[in-house]
């Protein structure tokens, strides 16, 4: 990432990604592409990904792309902890191309893992609480596992405003952000350190 790649507080992400919403165009399937594309380059071959997917649109965006992957011929399982009811509209549609797909969910995480790649789609940029015992649990056992996991926007269990660890969050590998880089990884800390690579793909909205 170059050094001089701005970061932007969580209130100006939403203010361009409503904008853009506002416009009519829709970010979602541009997000799930985006992701989708990134774990392809860096594994030209068919492998097994384990999607873990949140209950906002940072889900509905692992969902997105979770789908893209097995249309690749990826082994592609969505872990969805806290089920679809809640669900954003978007999200939701994302969740209902899956199930159509007849694609495999799981509720909780296998005691062992038989993946090469997790996508962490959880919280992004919208955690500002500690993460729950539940969720904490979770986040624990993939770090566990020591996997090479692409976090979307910023690793869950990070506060995307100050860098501040909300809990152990997701240690990742990379980290793909979408629209802008969040400000708290771009500062010295747990969110950059929770961040490892980072990236960033606009989706072609401009921060004002």
Do not use: C
């Not at 969505?78 to 969910?105: F, H, N, R, T, Y």
């Not at 269990?157 to 860098?163: F, V, W």
């Amino acid at each position: 990432m170059p050094s001089d790649f701005e970061s932007y507080s969580v209130t100006q992400i939403r203010r361009a990604e409503q904008l853009a919403l506002a416009e009519g165009r829709e970010l979602m399937p541009l997000a799930g592409k985006a992701a989708a594309e990134f774990i392809a380059a860096r594994y030209p071959h068919p492998i097994s990904i384990l999607v873990m997917a949140g209950p906002g649109n940072n889900g509905g965006d692992a969902l997105t792309a979770a789908s893209l992957l097995r249309e690749r011929g990826d082994e592609v399982v969505v872990l969805l902890p806290s089920g679809p009811g809640k669900l954003p509209p978007d999200a939701a549609a994302a969740w209902q191309a899956w199930s159509d797909k007849k694609g495999p969910v799981l509720t909780e995480l296998p005691a062992h893992s038989a993946f090469d790649v997790v996508i962490d789609g959880l919280f992004g940029i919208g955690l500002n609480r500690p993460l729950s015992d539940s969720w904490q649990a979770l986040v624990d056992q993939v770090n566990a596992w020591r996997l090479p996991v692409l976090a979307l926007d910023v690793p869950s269990g990070i506060d995307a405003d100050t860098g501040a660890a909300l809990g152990r969050p997701v240690q990742a590998r990379w980290t793909l952000s979408f629209i802008g880089m969040a400000r708290g990884l771009d500062v010295p800390g747990a969110g950059r350190d929770a961040a490892g690579e980072r990236y960033v793909d606009t989706l072609g909205v401009v921060i004002a």
